[in-house]
């Protein structure tokens, strides 16, 4: 059974940093490309960034202020979120990609809130 | 940018009706690289249809896609009590991947 389980959100105040890590088991971690896609508070979906073994892609949004990446020994993904804003409020889902697309995101953690405010 | 715009905001059916919702994209989707996502209150979405047309793993046939181009559709052909949730449409053709803003299907 596939599991995704995210962790470390909280509190933030504006410019600060956080790191997101999304624990996965059920599947062979390193042959897929890993998503994260946020949720503002009352509001749809964002895709965020997609990391695969060999490339990254980021929304313009959080380009160069996030960075994804990854441990295969480990089977995690991370988010570095750095500068954090208070429109980067929102509930952080941890996605894996699926059907021979990096693009179709086919299982879902349950996600981990992050909060910025002063 | 592909701007999805999904219509109805909110559908008002009851149990056993039939539910259309439409997806339309401001520009054609590539090779119907189009999926749908159900969204239960404090839930995760579940993936539902991809490539515009084919059910993931474990949907009920009650849910169906279709269309291409810039106009799609998810159709469920009779409404179980479980189905009431939000639904998204989201293009996977050109990046960046977008989705829609969601569709309310709400009891009547």
């Known amino acids: ?118 | 940018e592909i701007v999805l715009t999904q219509s109805p905001g909110t559908l008002s059916l009851s149990p056993g009706e039939r539910a259309t919702l439409s997806c339309r994209a401001g520009q054609s989707v590539v090779s119907s690289y189009l999926a749908w996502y159900q969204q239960k209150p404090g839930q995760a979405p579940r993936l539902l249809i991809y490539d515009a047309s084919s059910r993931a793993t474990g949907i009920p046939d009650r849910f169906s896609g279709s269309g291409s181009g810039t106009d799609f559709t998810l159709t469920i052909s009779r409404l179980e009590p479980e189905d009431f949730a939000v639904y998204y449409c989201q293009q996977y053709g050109s990046s960046p991947r977008t989705f829609g803003q969601g569709t309310k299907v709400e009891i009547k």
């Open chain 1, 1 to 118: 059974e596939v599991q995704l389980l995210e962790s470390g959100g909280g509190l933030v105040q504006p410019g600060g940093s956080l790191r997101l890590s999304c624990a996965a088991s059920g599947f062979t971690f390193s042959n897929y490309a890993m998503n994260w896609v946020r949720q503002a508070p009352g509001k749809g979906l964002e895709w965020v960034s997609t990391g695969s073994g060999t490339s990254t892609y980021y929304a313009d949004s959080v380009k160069g202020r996030f960075t994804i990446s990854r441990d295969n020994s480990e089977n995690t993904l991370y988010l570095q979120m750095n500068s954090l804003r208070t429109e980067d409020t929102a509930v952080y889902y941890c996605a894996k990609s699926g059907y021979g697309s990096a693009w179709i995101f086919d299982y879902w953690g349950q996600g981990t809130l992050v909060t910025v405010s002063s």
